[in-house]
T-cell receptor, first 114, second 108 residues
Framework: DSGVTQTPKHLITATGQRVTLRCSPR?????VYWYQQSLDQGLQFLIQ???????AKGNILERFSAQQFPDLHSELNLSSLELGDSALYFC?????????????FGPGTRLTVL | EDQVTQSPEALRLQEGESSSLNCSYT??????LFWYRQDPGKGPEFLFT???AGEEKEKERLKATLTKKESFLHITAPKPEDSATYLC?????????FGPGTSLSVIP
């Protein structure tokens, strides 16, 4: 158990809908990362927050947004969902924000868009 | 262009047969290179961090090494429980790039 929690574990929804994925980092970690993993794309970095502020942005679509709250939990919002958004979404946390700190991953949320 | 490649894509070993996995990278401003293990349907599990060329780290049957252009994950006398996908990742100042992974199967 990495200490990172993600909810829900599974999510099934329809095209055009909006969903919110939640992540709680390990105790003491200030940085949260979001990743998308699909069979054909591997693990893709989406976005990073550090202590409530956006730190780095990867291949995140404009339909997706995220935020980190004062208690350091984070939410990833996915809107206008398409079939291609079906994937595993992972959250990871680290102590600091950009200096080569190892990340600890949660169990993931499996999103299925029908 | 920043990128990470891994080879081989898949590796099948007999129990006890040692081998190495390769991770090659091109990135500006490397902050760290990481190895993770991922079991099907689960989140990646952290194994090692390497920061500079020449650095080596060991954990049980695994040993990771780093040069300026690549990293190797050596597996000595593997057991069936070592079967998993091994991911390499590099972190620069403003990005994290994961390689596609090597799927390792260890046959009893």
């Amino acid at each position: 158990d990495s200490g990172v929690t993600q909810t829900p574990k599974h999510l099934i929804t329809a095209t055009g809908q909006r969903v919110t994925l939640r992540c709680s980092p390990r105790s003491g970690d200030l940085s949260v990362y979001w990743y998308q993993q699909s069979l054909d794309q591997g693990l893709q970095f989406l976005i990073q927050y550090y202590n409530g502020e956006e730190r780095a942005k990867g291949n995140i679509l404009e339909r997706f947004s995220a935020q980190q709250f004062p208690d350091l939990h984070s939410e990833l919002n996915l809107s206008s969902l398409e079939l291609g958004d079906s994937a595993l979404y992972f959250c990871a946390s680290s102590v600091e924000g950009g200096h080569g700190n190892e990340q600890f991953f949660g169990p993931g949320t499996r999103l299925t868009v029908l | 262009e920043d990128q990470v490649t891994q080879s081989p894509e898949a590796l099948r070993l007999q129990e006890g047969e040692s081998s190495s996995l390769n991770c090659s990278y091109t990135v500006s401003g490397l902050r760290g290179l990481f190895w993770y293990r991922q079991d099907p349907g689960k989140g990646p599990e952290f194994l090692f961090t390497l920061y500079s060329a020449g650095e080596e780290k060991e954990k049980e049957r695994l040993k990771a090494t780093l040069t300026k252009k690549e990293s190797f994950l050596h597996i000595t006398a593997p057991k069936p429980e070592d079967s998993a996908t091994y991911l390499c990742a590099v972190q620069a100042y403003d990005k994290v790039i994961f390689g596609p992974g090597t799927s390792l199967s260890v046959i009893p």
